[in-house]
């Protein structure tokens, strides 16, 4: 049973929930606390798997009270149900909270945002991995994407299809982005699930004041990075599995927001690389050597030295930060596909082929060696004959790919 603790100061939202969730008694074992520091009196005595707070609260408040969850309980998922102007609650909790959500709030909402962020925990079989990855506040991006951004937003010409096409080329910034606009928090019907509709959403003033003032996205010291990783590598890599992808499903004529969908899950694929990179520096370092030394590919030296690979890893980040499924699947099936359960063209059948087709492009290059195709993934779809063309479609992209 899922066990999860409210924070709220006013005794009447707090009887409210408790109300509206009684339905959900079978499932969630539910405490109530009034204040943050009463929150955290519970938490020393019982575990939580969730913690809802409010964001305006006497003394300590929502975004204090979810930096102390994280230091205290790092695995806890951490939420935020505020009734405060989108801006604001943005601004104060993008570090500490992993998803938003809005005032009211529908128990069915607030039962599949918990239930999503639950869905991938059974992926992470390593519990102190789970801890790490829940803390991580941000991806490092790009320098050179990330000084352009900055760039282009101090600019007074700039609009925000500008700021859109410069964050689209960035899996961090990216995967934050769509973390902030997929909150229940905008009350939105459709899954954002391009960075062209989550800046517009979020608007350029919104934006300007979390890159510039509050420094969401600041890229990591290049030393603290593992030897054996390049941001560089995997950026061009990402951004040629995204435009390949894209151009897959193009070659299939499918609808827009496929293609949209198929063109970011391309460019976050390799996500828990950068989570790894970030977060498992040492033991990533060992990883890379270890595919060297072994002759193996990168995902089994991850399997064999953190216990997980980077695809699982992606994840499992991106579905306790809110991402959409058609993202999330992707993601984590792009080195196994026949573990996934559809059996229609997706998302994931681009991702996936794109990722082939770049890797053996370079494959003479390659430390590692790149993965075989899963033929029997593209039969069990009856789209093994369409490799070809998909190929010929990816031919005119010319980004360098893992060199
Ligand atoms: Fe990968
Ligand atoms: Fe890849």
Known sequence: MKSILFVDDEPNVLEALQRMLFPLQNEWRMAFASSGPRALELLAETRFDVVVTDMRMPGMDGAQLLAAVKERSPDTLRFVLSGQSESEVVYRSVGEAHQFLSKPCKPKVLKECVDKAFALRELLANDSLKAVVSQIRTLPPVPQVYTRLCEVLKSPDSSIGDVGRVIETDPAMTAKILQVTN????????????????ASLLGLNTIKALVLARGVFAPMDAARLPRGFSIDVLWK??????????????????PKEMTGDAYTAGLLHDAGELVFAAACTEDYARAFDYAVANAITLSEAERAVLGCTHAEVGAYLLGIWGLPHSIIEPVAYHHGPSESVGSTFSPLT???VADL????????VLEHPAPEPERSY??????????????????????????
Do not use: P
């Open 357 to 364: 087709l770049v890797l053996n492009r370079h494959r003479e």
């Open 350 to 352: 681009a991702v996936y």
């Open 183 to 198: 909150s229940a928090f905008f009350g939105l019907r459709r899954e954002v699930t391009t960075v062209v509709q989550a």
């Open 237 to 254: 890599h990402s951004m040629a599995v995204a435009d390949c992808a894209q151009a897959i499903c193009q070659a299939e004529n499918l």
């Open 378 to 403: 593209l039969e069990r779809l009856g789209l093994a004959d369409r490799l070809e063309d998909w190929a010929k479609a990816c031919d005119g992209i010319h980004q360098a790919g893992k060199e």
